[in-house]
């Protein structure tokens, strides 16, 4: 790959040749591809002076003509006026054939999307080196302004190009980096089309793989949430089932708040009068019976109880905190969930509910709240920006790392079968629910069988059922009939 990177860094004398000379060495003995992958990509690289066009180096699918306008996805090297190259991967200007399946598949721009995060997140040293378009077919797209504001040294490719351009990355003086970005786009565009580096190569693709995947199924420690529960009071995991929403939040309430608050479950039938306070009947020896008089709610006692100890952390932990309409639940009580507020905050409550808070509520500083919210429940009540803007969100993932070091084999194949299925077809929305770690920890191979036939194939159909995966049914239907099959 020496060639190519001299390219990128402006060391070439005759463009064309030196452009084919550093694809020939991709493959082979001593290169990073092996011969048959030749046969699925050929380069083009024309050369214009200055004022006669934008020079490129593009890796293109062989049915393209040799010159005009070409099709489908390709890698480009764009240099600019000092001959420093843009890495990009582009959509040919005369559209997405014959690269129909890669462009129009989910995964491929999710992938797109992950490496250009890992490679800002990697190499960017607090800037952005790297950016992805959400949808690669959406050629009628621009690369938005500031994207071109800040390279500007690439100011004509973007004139020409910018609405084909799906993914880039602009080169500094990280040699090793820009290797890194070349790998990670050359191993995705031919893997695309059926072809994976050379054993001595498999190691670094591996770990480039792993790299950009942690940007598809992030990771969250427990310390992150931590944190972030000390910062911004407010917090909420999100996530498909499975995932160890509640787990994660049951064990901060033991482990870092040391069992120092409660954990109460959401569901429709939460009200405000459940939840802030509110009246309720009191038995009584009069006529009736019983009387209504003021009770306070989950919110109101655990405020209390984290005013008893000021200097301790009081968590409440909230489940499944969107089953139930939280902005009718909290009333006017969501004037008080501002963690960063210059002044206390204290509401009129309607009711006079005994020392010591009669009519004011105020939430101590101490008071911390962390709720769990299942992505995939379509059921549920959709949180409004008012509530969204108070809480931090966290996602939780299926975790990749825990079903290798806990599952059988069996449950280790089945589960990187569906997050294949999940990651090349999904959509976005579709996403959200691809299941958890949880459902494929069985580590006893002889109970392995039936929990997938009694746990992860009953939620696919479901998803199936109920419409949520119309995208991708036939890939679901099939992997079902290999659990069947068992």
Not at 110 to 120: D, E, G, Q, S, T
Not at 203 to 229: F, N, W
Request: proline share 6%; aromatic share 10%.
């Amino acid at each position: 790959m020496n060639k190519l990177l001299d390219i990128i860094y402006g060391k070439t004398t005759t463009w064309d040749q030196d452009n084919r000379d550093a694809f020939d060495e991709l493959f082979g003995a001593g290169g990073r591809y092996p011969v048959r992958a030749q046969n699925v990509v050929k380069v083009r690289a024309p050369r214009f002076s200055q004022g006669g066009g934008v020079s490129f180096a593009a890796y293109i699918h062989p049915s393209n003509p040799d010159s005009g306008a070409y099709g489908g996805t390709s890698f480009v090297l764009f240099p600019d006026e000092q001959g420093r190259c843009l890495l990009s991967l582009v959509v040919g200007t005369q559209g997405i054939a014959p690269d129909e399946d890669i462009l129009g598949r989910p995964g491929h721009a999710r992938k797109v999307k992950a490496i250009a995060n890992w490679l800002n997140h990697t190499y960017g040293k607090g800037r952005q080196v790297a950016w992805s378009k959400a949808d690669p077919v959406r050629i009628d797209l621009d690369v938005p302004r500031q994207i071109r504001e800040q390279f500007a040294a690439y100011q004509s490719v973007f004139e020409r190009y910018g609405k084909v351009i799906y993914g880039l990355y602009v080169p500094d003086d990280d040699r090793a980096a820009t290797r890194t970005a070349v790998a990670a786009f050359l191993d995705l565009l031919f893997e695309e089309r059926g072809y994976t580096p050379l054993a001595a190569h498999q190691l670094e693709s591996a770990a480039i793989r792993a790299g950009y995947a942690a940007y598809i199924l992030p990771t969250v420690q427990r310390e992150q949430v931590t944190t972030l529960l000390d910062d911004r009071r407010y917090v909420i995991l999100e996530g498909p089932p499975g995932t160890g929403k509640t787990r994660l939040a049951m064990q901060l309430l033991a482990e870092e708040y040391a069992g120092n608050g409660t954990s109460i479950q959401f569901h429709p039938n939460i009200t405000y009068e459940n939840f802030v306070g509110g009246l309720a009947p009191v038995s009584t020896e009069s006529d009736l019976g019983f009387h209504f008089a003021p009770k306070r709610g989950f919110l109101m006692e655990a405020a209390l109880a984290a005013a008893r100890d000021p200097q301790r952390p009081y968590l409440l932990h909230i489940d499944e905190i969107n089953r139930a309409d939280l902005s009718k639940i909290l009333g006017e009580a969501i004037f008080l969930f501002e963690a960063k507020s210059d002044q206390p905050r204290v509401t009129t409550l309607p009711y006079d509910f005994g020392a010591p808070i009669h009519d004011r509520l105020a939430l101590p500083p101490n008071l911390h709240i962390i709720g769990t919210m299942n992505s995939s429940d379509r059921s549920i009540a959709i949180m409004d920006v008012a509530i969204r803007r108070r809480f931090a969100f966290v996602k939780l993932w299926p975790q990749v790392a825990v079903v290798e070091a806990m599952a059988a084999p069996l449950m280790q194949k089945a589960f990187q079968d569906l997050l294949s299925i999940f990651v090349e077809h999904a959509s976005d929305e579709a996403f959200r629910l691809l299941p958890g770690h949880a459902y494929f920890l069985e580590a006893d191979p002889d109970k392995a069988v039936q929990a997938l036939q009694t746990g992860v194939a009953p939620l696919l159909e479901e998803y199936l059922e109920q419409g949520y995966v119309v995208g991708f049914a036939e890939q679901l239907r099939a992997y079902l009939q290999w659990i069947e099959s068992l």
